[in-house]
């Protein structure tokens, strides 16, 4: 896994809460076999108009949010399907952080195993920043993990918090099976006190 | 001290708790589809490592599947090299698969517990959100990323941070009519599509314990929807007389054994969750949703909400978005909405007696000119029992189609799908946007209203039902 420590970048506006996983990486996509290359499909549906052409007013076809690499989004986001697919194709899209006031388990998860920061910042700081993006051409914001802190250089500033062993873990690109491997004779002893039938 | 049945099974599976990091959690169970899998083996391949345990692990091909004839070549090569994949590496992995022409073939979260293999008192993964499903057994399950999916495989362990626990409290019995399906709809409905989030939810009370197994399953399977980690219910004699001489259940010496342990899975009483929800069973109807999530949803007597009405600005633009998109004018009653498909099966209603359920409304009706049916039994063994009991017949009598058994139009990853601007009414779990096919759109019901709904043409109270 890529580690993450600092990252700064152009921020895109995705007004809409409750985004399941089906519209960040819809099913037709999900037959390959291969971890990358899903970054073309990312919401393939609402990105594309059922001729192929880019829609026009989907946020992410907005020229101005070209290059993205942070994304401002409402609650609830990645909700439904557990595909891994999702996080998959923001981080091929080149996403490497989504800030938004809550995101559904599975989906936090799967970014966390993927390099892909999520940032649970209150409602009210959510929207400050997505009128600040929408409001200034070319919005950045700074994300540093080590001090888990999100600034833009207009005088917006908040910190978050992350879960110490999950901030390791991204910080180092920590490889969580090797983790657990350590522990190969404490897992066979468990094994050993199982009940008998449960095979 | 008390304690709830969340925490029994998580204190009898921590390998190891360490300061400042999620426990080691082992896994008892871990069921593999053709959809999630393939980065998980070929992960495994990369670094060089094996499955750890091969016998705690089961497979099977159901996302993908054509539910047509199944002697023909998949059409779709790349669905068919999906699940080539997966007949590889179970192969190379010896991992027990149950492919698309074995008896025992269906819908993973349907054949889980129907061979025997989710017992009380387990831990359960998949690769697939609706894991939680088999929490009906007194099991803890839930769902999982491709990354943990291939942790799983090489550990039989998951770090896991310990969720929050959610009591939810039935009172009084559900109304006739009134199924499993409504029971789990009323409460998101309720609590919304994340009031559960981070959370593991017991259902308890007087309309939880008067479901079958099936129904358990259903309202344990649409736990996800409300955003939990998890949903399960305590077992009782009715789990264990399920369970009975199924294919990988205890079995002779062991029985007594089993027992006497899945007796200790129930929260003691005075055991204190995080949070109490009381849901008044006498008082829910049949529903269907109106909207593009789980959430938007109102009992059969309403009428479409008016976003008007919605109480913050970010609902009313969901709920405005969500109408377009379900082409549905506000106060439009819920009985005038016409329908064109009906979609019986997925992992949510597609057992014997969902089908039984939705065949006793369909017997002696004729589906009406203006509506598609198709019932999908959610495995091999449900499709065989359903045609030994004549409702294959039923349901073809009345003009539906009868498939092979699989997810199906449930995500429409196989040609079953909805056309653009065709409404449905689905027994599935989700009614996202697109989710049975672009520009489809998707109402959820029980099986006894889609059934109505296929006969009448549009939605019907099916407590008004005249049985023939
Ligand atoms: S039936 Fe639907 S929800 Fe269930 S496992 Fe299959 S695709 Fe997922």
Same mark, same amino acid.
């Given at each position: 896994?890529?580690?993450?420590?600092?990252?700064?970048?152009?921020?895109?506006?995705?007004?809409?809460?409750?985004?399941?996983?089906?519209?960040?990486?819809?099913?037709?996509?999900?037959?390959?076999?291969?971890?990358?290359?899903?970054?073309?499909?990312?919401?393939?549906?609402?990105?594309?108009?059922?001729?192929?052409?880019?829609?026009?007013?989907?946020?992410?076809?907005?020229?101005?949010?070209?290059?993205?690499?942070?994304?401002?989004?409402?609650?609830?986001?990645?909700?439904?399907?557990?595909?891994?697919?999702?996080?998959?194709?923001?981080?091929?899209?080149?996403?490497?952080?989504?800030?938004?006031?809550?995101?559904?388990?599975?989906?936090?998860?799967?970014?966390?195993?993927?390099?892909?920061?999520?940032?649970?910042?209150?409602?009210?700081?959510?929207?400050?920043?997505?009128?600040?993006?929408?409001?200034?051409?070319?919005?950045?914001?700074?994300?540093?993990?080590?001090?888990?802190?999100?600034?833009?250089?207009?005088?917006?500033?908040?910190?978050?918090?992350?879960?110490?062993?999950?901030?390791?873990?991204?910080?180092?690109?920590?490889?969580?099976?090797?983790?657990?491997?350590?522990?190969?004779?404490?897992?066979?002893?468990?094994?050993?006190?199982?009940?008998?039938?449960?095979? | 001290?008390?304690?709830?049945?969340?925490?029994?099974?998580?204190?009898?599976?921590?390998?190891?708790?360490?300061?400042?990091?999620?426990?080691?959690?082992?896994?008892?169970?871990?069921?593999?589809?053709?959809?999630?899998?393939?980065?998980?083996?070929?992960?495994?391949?990369?670094?060089?490592?094996?499955?750890?345990?091969?016998?705690?692990?089961?497979?099977?091909?159901?996302?993908?599947?054509?539910?047509?004839?199944?002697?023909?070549?998949?059409?779709?090569?790349?669905?068919?090299?999906?699940?080539?994949?997966?007949?590889?590496?179970?192969?190379?992995?010896?991992?027990?698969?149950?492919?698309?022409?074995?008896?025992?073939?269906?819908?993973?979260?349907?054949?889980?517990?129907?061979?025997?293999?989710?017992?009380?008192?387990?831990?359960?993964?998949?690769?697939?959100?609706?894991?939680?499903?088999?929490?009906?057994?007194?099991?803890?399950?839930?769902?999982?990323?491709?990354?943990?999916?291939?942790?799983?495989?090489?550990?039989?362990?998951?770090?896991?941070?310990?969720?929050?626990?959610?009591?939810?409290?039935?009172?009084?019995?559900?109304?006739?009519?009134?199924?499993?399906?409504?029971?789990?709809?009323?409460?998101?409905?309720?609590?919304?599509?994340?009031?559960?989030?981070?959370?593991?939810?017991?259902?308890?009370?007087?309309?939880?314990?008067?479901?079958?197994?099936?129904?358990?399953?259903?309202?344990?399977?649409?736990?996800?929807?409300?955003?939990?980690?998890?949903?399960?219910?305590?077992?009782?004699?009715?789990?264990?007389?399920?369970?009975?001489?199924?294919?990988?259940?205890?079995?002779?010496?062991?029985?007594?054994?089993?027992?006497?342990?899945?007796?200790?899975?129930?929260?003691?009483?005075?055991?204190?969750?995080?949070?109490?929800?009381?849901?008044?069973?006498?008082?829910?109807?049949?529903?269907?949703?109106?909207?593009?999530?789980?959430?938007?949803? @109102?009992? =059969?007597?309403?009428?479409?909400?008016?976003?008007? /009405?919605? $109480?913050? !600005? &970010?609902? #009313?633009?969901?709920?405005?978005?969500?109408?377009?998109?379900?082409?549905?004018?506000?106060?439009?009653?819920?009985?005038?909405?016409?329908?064109?498909? @009906?979609? =019986?099966?997925?992992?949510?209603?597609?057992?014997? /007696?969902? $089908?039984? !359920? &939705?065949? #006793?409304?369909?017997?002696?009706?004729?589906?009406?000119?203006?509506?598609?049916?198709?019932?999908?039994?959610?495995?091999?063994?449900?499709?065989?029992?359903?045609?030994?009991?004549?409702?294959?017949?039923?349901?073809? /009598?009345?003009?539906?189609?009868?498939?092979?058994?699989?997810?199906?139009?449930?995500?429409?990853?196989?040609?079953?799908?909805?056309?653009?601007?065709?409404?449905?009414?689905?027994?599935?779990?989700?009614?996202?946007?697109?989710?049975?096919?672009?520009?489809?759109?998707?109402?959820?019901?029980?099986?006894?209203?889609?059934?109505?709904?296929?006969?009448?043409?549009?939605?019907?109270?099916?407590?008004?039902?005249?049985?023939?």
């Amino acid at each position: 896994m890529v580690p993450f420590r600092n990252h700064t970048g152009r921020v895109a506006l995705l007004d809409r809460s409750d985004v399941d996983t089906d519209q960040i990486i819809p099913k037709q996509f999900l037959k390959r076999i291969e971890r990358t290359g899903f970054g073309e499909f990312l919401f393939y549906d609402w990105r594309y108009l059922p001729d192929g052409e880019l829609n026009p007013s989907f946020a992410l076809n907005d020229p101005r949010n070209r290059g993205a690499s942070i994304l401002v989004t409402g609650k609830n986001f990645g909700c439904g399907s557990s595909r891994e697919h999702a996080p998959w194709a923001l981080a091929d899209f080149g996403f490497r952080t989504i800030i938004a006031p809550s995101f559904a388990d599975i989906f936090a998860n799967n970014c966390l195993k993927n390099g892909l920061l999520t940032i649970v910042l209150p409602e009210m700081q959510v929207a400050e920043l997505g009128q600040r993006a929408q409001e200034n051409e070319d919005y950045q914001l700074t994300v540093n993990l080590e001090e888990c802190t999100v600034t833009d250089s207009r005088g917006f500033s908040a910190a978050f918090s992350i879960d110490d062993f999950q901030r390791k873990c991204l910080l180092e690109g920590l490889d969580d099976i090797g983790l657990t491997l350590q522990h190969e004779a404490q897992i066979s002893v468990f094994e050993s006190q199982r009940p008998a039938w449960i095979r | 001290m008390p304690t709830t049945l969340f925490e029994k099974l998580w204190n009898t599976h921590v390998v190891r708790e360490q300061v400042g990091r999620p426990s080691l959690l082992y896994i008892d169970l871990h069921l593999v589809h053709e959809v999630t899998s393939p980065q998980a083996f070929s992960g495994l391949r990369t670094s060089g490592r094996g499955v750890r345990r091969p016998d705690l692990t089961f497979a099977t091909a159901d996302h993908n599947v054509p539910t047509t004839n199944r002697a023909l070549p998949i059409a779709d090569p790349i669905a068919a090299t999906q699940i080539e994949t997966l007949r590889q590496n179970c192969r190379e992995f010896n991992i027990q698969l149950f492919d698309i022409n074995s008896a025992e073939q269906g819908i993973v979260h349907v054949i889980g517990p129907e061979l025997g293999l989710t017992q009380p008192g387990m831990t359960v993964v998949c690769g697939d959100s609706h894991t939680s499903t088999h929490g009906a057994f007194g099991a803890l399950a839930f769902g999982i990323g491709t990354s943990e999916v291939e942790h799983v495989l090489a550990t039989q362990c998951l770090p896991q941070t310990k969720p929050r626990t959610m009591l939810i409290e039935t009172q009084g019995a559900l109304p006739e009519g009134v199924s499993a399906k409504d029971l789990a709809l009323g409460i998101i409905g309720q609590i919304g599509t994340d009031g559960a989030t981070g959370h593991v939810i017991e259902y308890a009370g007087e309309a939880v314990r008067s479901l079958s197994m099936e129904g358990r399953m259903t309202l344990c399977n649409m736990s996800i929807e409300a955003g939990a980690r998890a949903g399960m219910i305590a077992p009782d004699e009715l789990t264990v007389r399920y369970l009975q001489g199924k294919q990988f259940a205890p079995k002779d010496g062991n029985l007594d054994a089993a027992l006497s342990y899945w007796q200790t899975f129930k929260t003691d009483p005075g055991a204190i969750f995080d949070q109490v929800v009381e849901i008044d069973a006498n008082t829910l109807e049949p529903f269907v949703t109106w909207g593009t999530s789980p959430g938007m949803v @109102v009992g =059969i007597s309403g009428n479409v909400p008016d976003p008007r /009405e919605a $109480l913050t !600005a &970010a609902d #009313r633009g969901s709920a405005e978005r969500a109408l377009e998109y379900m082409a549905l004018a506000p106060h439009t009653s819920i009985e005038d909405i016409h329908i064109d498909r @009906v979609f =019986i099966g997925s992992c949510t209603n597609a057992r014997i /007696e969902d $089908l039984r !359920a &939705a065949a #006793r409304v369909v017997n002696g009706y004729r589906i009406s000119g203006s509506v598609k049916g198709m019932v999908v039994p959610g495995s091999q063994n449900v499709k065989r029992a359903a045609e030994a009991e004549g409702i294959d017949q039923i349901f073809r /009598e009345a003009g539906f189609e009868w498939r092979e058994a699989g997810c199906s139009m449930c995500l429409g990853m196989n040609p079953d799908i909805l056309n653009a601007g065709e409404r449905c009414a689905s027994t599935s779990n989700r009614n996202f946007e697109g989710r049975q096919g672009r520009g489809g759109r998707t109402h959820l019901v029980s099986p006894m209203m889609a059934a109505a709904a296929a006969i009448t043409g549009h939605f019907t109270d099916v407590r008004k039902w005249q049985f023939k």
